[in-house]
């Protein structure tokens, strides 16, 4: 018997920034390089096939180079996927992948001579009866799994380095990320590979609502909550009523 996949997705510009440098990868489709979010949560119903995908890009590089970044890496990956995978394992194709992406918002900041331009990717590829997560950067990927939500996805920051040294005043900074010279640094993504479950939950998001949620007041809401479309919205609602101080894009799916 086949899984169904109820999925959902929204993004939306905050309430301190004036652009949006947040894009996704949902139902084969990507925002505009110039954005404001979604004007209303997309959502779906179907059979949970191989090749079903989604992703999460939240841009940096100041201006509208974040933007540009985000934009960039999510239309490239709409090109790969239609194409399908040459490959025959997917952790392969997930590697060829984020590399491609890398290398495609590179040359784009390049191309504009902006050379800070880039972004987080983290994503999610059902393949053969299995999932598989990949992320560059610190866009998060959690699994709600009978009451314990857990991070899968690894977070590519300076986080540790700033425990050691005891530095409290910044946030951690990005070790990796998408639009990294491929001559000076080697990147490795996380790729990892997991069996779904019947009533997993897995969500995808940009620091935009973690920055504001706590790990267990989104368990909670994702415990309360039975459609995907509802709590994709109260996710938003919630982060913009504490602040709201960044983009924020969540994609919530649900295996039933």
Do not use: W
């Not at 995808?204 to 949620?213: A, H, R």
Request: glycine content about 8%.
């Amino acid at each position: 018997m086949l899984n169904m996949i109820q999925a959902a997705c929204f993004s939306h510009v905050g309430k301190v920034r004036s652009n949006n440098e947040d894009n996704f990868y949902f139902n084969n489709m990507y925002m505009p390089a110039d954005n404001y979010g979604t004007p209303m949560v997309e959502s779906y119903v179907r059979s949970l096939k191989s090749g079903t995908s989604f992703a999460i890009f939240d841009g940096m590089g100041g201006g509208d180079f974040g933007e540009l970044a985000s934009y960039t890496a999510a239309q490239a990956m709409e090109e790969l996927l239609s194409k399908g995978p040459e490959f025959d394992a997917a952790n392969e194709f997930l590697q060829y992948l984020c590399l491609d992406l890398n290398r495609r918002v590179f040359e784009k900041g390049a191309e504009i001579h902006n050379f800070r331009m880039g972004s987080t990717v983290v994503g999610l590829y059902f393949e053969k009866g299995f999932a598989y997560s990949f992320n560059l950067g610190d866009s998060k990927l959690f699994c709600l799994r009978e009451k314990e939500l857990i991070q899968i996805s690894n977070d590519h920051t300076d986080e540790q380095y700033l425990k050691e040294k005891g530095i409290t005043n910044r946030k951690p900074r990005l070790t990796q990320h998408l639009g990294i010279n491929p001559a000076e640094l080697q990147l490795e993504p996380c790729i990892k590979r997991f069996q779904y479950k019947r009533g997993d939950q897995y969500l995808l998001c940009s620091d935009g609502l973690t920055d504001m949620l706590k790990n267990s007041e989104i368990r909670e809401l994702l415990l309360t909550e039975r459609n995907v479309k509802t709590s994709v919205s109260q996710l938003i609602r919630r982060a913009l009523e504490q602040g709201g101080r960044d983009n924020v894009t969540v994609i919530l799916c649900k295996i039933h």
